[in-house]
């Protein structure tokens, strides 16, 4: 399994946790790494991205100013870090690796990615 997410877990409202994507095998840094949820019975939605060349970041409006990509090349590891959690961010979360070099209209399309890892569980109570 190329790509593989841990840190998930069960939350209260206003809190904060701190997802990871860890690449095995191969470097992170030669792409980009897209975060998406998906929430039971809705579809897989982009959350936020980092480009492979200049670092840059991108997030959608659900979670801009609360939600921070990050990656750590010495680790190979992405991180999520998701503040002020609200109820509507219960989803599964799941991290994926892009070749391309992808702009905002482009961060929230499955169809850019081509691996993608099996999820982690993120939910938060009321």
């Known amino acids: 399994v190329p790509l593989v997410e841990s840190g998930g877990g069960l939350v209260q409202a206003g809190g904060s946790l701190r997802l990871s994507c860890d690449g095995s095998g191969f470097s992170l840094d030669y792409y980009a790494i897209g975060w998406f949820r998906q929430a039971p019975g809705k579809e897989r939605e982009g959350v936020a991205c980092?480009?492979?060349?200049?670092?840059?970041?991108y997030y959608t409006d659900p979670v801009k100013g609360r939600f921070t990509i990050s990656r750590d090349s010495a680790s190979n590891t992405v991180y999520l870090q998701m503040n002020t959690l609200k109820p509507e961010d219960t989803a599964v979360y799941y991290c994926?690796?892009?070749?391309?070099?992808?702009?905002?209209?482009?961060?929230?399309?499955?169809?850019?990615?081509?691996?993608w890892g099996q999820g982690t569980q993120v939910t938060v109570s009321s």
């Open positions: 980092i480009s492979s060349s200049d670092g840059s970041t």
């Open positions: 994926a690796k892009s070749s391309l070099s992808l702009i905002l209209s482009e961060i929230s399309s499955t169809a850019n990615y081509e691996s």
